[in-house]
């Protein structure tokens, strides 16, 4: 694969300094007052007081990223994609600008408050001891899932899980959540290359979870919690043909179709 690399179009829209050695990266479009709801357990959890904050918004429409709102919950930064892409995209601006800013290490929870941020202490701690991919999993010991769609919950344990334990050699369980960390090694490393045009879509996250294992990298998951609202399902894939973009990633990925030729 040509590694064809740019930097997203975006604006930094907040931006008040680097002050830890991680960042938690918050990927946003039009969460509403889901995303307010996670910033304040956040707070309450004083994540701010030993990682920054960085949103990372889509283009939302609802007013939910107002800069001054934001800031009084301790995020320090918030970049705007203003070009094409979706999930991908916004993930390379962050993790871009995270290692343009000398962070050591990238943790990023979903902007829509399904994930329990009390997670991130566990995520970090693995990061500090020398993991470069930590992921969070509801299907561990210590862990939690409530309201998981049925069709959802088979289709991470009885696919998504299964192919890239079989592709990667790491006994993955809980593989299509975004609510992990990477090590600046990983990001930075010319064999992995994440900021490749080929990740806009939903590709980024079973790359890495299939690439890192293979080249090496200490991989670990740590139990999280992950609770659906009753009757809700607030994510970016509702059609057939989301659905089937992600299976078509998967298997991308476990077939080595994204690997950077060298």
């Keep these: 694969m040509t590694p064809t690399t740019t930097n997203p179009p975006h604006e930094v829209r907040e931006w008040a300094g680097r002050t830890a050695r991680w960042c938690v990266v918050v990927p946003v479009l039009n969460e509403g007052p889901r995303l307010h709801r996670l910033l304040a357990r956040m707070v309450a959890l ?3 007081t030993f990682a920054d904050v960085i949103v990372v918004d889509g283009g939302s429409t609802d007013g939910s990223v107002d800069a001054n709102h934001l ?13 094409p892409g979706r999930l991908g995209t916004q993930l390379r601006i962050a993790y871009a600008f995270a290692l343009a800013e000398g962070y050591e290490a990238v943790v990023t929870i979903d902007g829509n408050d399904k994930d329990d941020p009390e997670g991130v202490p566990r995520v970090i701690a693995a990061l500090e001891a020398g993991y470069d991919l930590v992921q969070a999993s509801r299907f561990l010991p210590g ?22 334990r079989w592709r990667s050699g790491f006994p993955w369980t809980d593989t299509t959540q975004g609510f992990r960390g990477y090590s600046r090694q990983l990001l930075a490393d010319p064999r992995v290359a994440p ?8 590709e980024l996250l079973p790359y890495l979870s299939y690439r890192a294992p293979r080249l090496g ?10 609770v659906y609202p009753p009757g809700e399902v607030p994510t970016k894939i509702h059609s057939l043909r989301g659905h089937t973009e992600v299976l078509g ?4 990925a476990c077939a080595g179709g994204y690997d950077p030729l060298l």
């Design 217 to 226: 990298f200490r991989c670990i998951e740590v139990p999280s919690r992950r």
């Design 249 to 252: 990633a998967l298997l991308r």
């Design 46 to 48: 004083g994540i701010a």
């Design 195 to 202: 900021f490749r045009d080929v990740f806009a879509g939903y």
């Design 71 to 83: 800031r009084s919950q301790g995020v320090r930064g918030v970049l705007v994609k203003t070009g």
């Design 143 to 164: 862990g939690h899932a409530e309201h998981t769609p049925p069709l959802r919950w088979a289709a991470i344990r009885g696919v998504h899980a299964p192919l890239l």
